[in-house]
């Protein structure tokens, strides 16, 4: 089946410093990626959908300068935690679609725990 | 607004049947899915409903749908101990963007 590979599967950083975490679609074009964040017993919360060749939407409450999403391919998008607190610890995850409608074909990456000291 | 609630433990034994049970609010709900997550990895697509449907049956899998309560369950027949994970209960009202519920552990012990 499809894959998306989302690297690194955890990160321990200074306050203050940047991280960037990937997520890939290995054998399939992705036009759409969403990035979720899950707190622990917590539930998936969308953080923003990503576009390629497009800024990402936003949430409501999410901080676009504070999570930097870029999507430069169509099967490549990075999100950059910038400026990092301990709040923003938290496990993050993305997922992949083919194509809009494609309600079933939602493949979600493994997932990077970020501990931020 | 959209809201999807599921109870966040259920523990059973090895052999039995597990149920676990969503409720959820938005009535222009079109699709309905169950998620599993294991430990430290992403979610992966177990099933789905389409809104038209009352039962969808895979496997050991059954999903039960009564759209006139907005609620839905899965039950897993012959549950085993590779069954232990978290299960997303989630549903998607047009908008291509699922809504998840918390997330119910489901223990299954010998």
């Known amino acids: 089946g499809a894959v998306v590979s989302q690297h690194p599967s955890w990160v321990i950083c200074k306050s203050g410093t940047s991280v960037k975490i990937e997520c890939r679609s290995l054998d399939f074009q992705a036009t759409t990626m969403f990035w979720y964040r899950q707190f622990p017993k917590q539930s998936l919360m969308l953080m923003a959908t990503?576009?390629?060749?497009?800024?990402?939407?936003?949430e409501q409450g999410v901080e676009k300068d504070k999570f930097l999403i870029n999507h430069a391919s169509l099967t490549l998008s990075t999100l950059t935690v910038t400026s990092a607190h301990p709040e923003d610890s938290s496990f993050y995850i993305c997922?992949?679609?083919?194509?809009?409608?494609?309600?079933?074909?939602?493949?979600f990456g493994s997932g990077t725990q970020l501990s931020v000291l | 607004g959209e809201d999807v609630e599921q109870s966040l433990f259920l523990s059973v034994r090895e052999g039995d049947s597990s149920v676990i049970n969503c409720t959820y609010t938005d009535s222009s709900s079109t699709y309905l899915y169950w998620y599993k997550q294991e430990p430290g990895a992403g979610l992966q697509l177990l099933t789905y409903i389409f809104s038209n449907m009352d039962m969808k049956q895979d496997q050991r899998l059954t999903v039960l749908l009564n759209k006139k309560d907005k609620h839905l369950s899965l039950r897993i027949a012959d549950t085993q101990t590779g069954d232990s994970a978290i299960y997303f209960c989630?549903?998607?009202?047009?908008?291509?963007?699922?809504?998840f519920g918390r997330g119910t552990s489901l223990i299954v012990h010998p």
């Open positions: 990503s576009n390629e060749g497009s800024k990402a939407t936003y």
């Open positions: 997922s992949a679609s083919p194509g809009q409608g494609s309600r079933e074909k939602l493949f």
């Open positions: 989630a549903e998607e009202g047009g908008s291509y963007i699922p809504t």
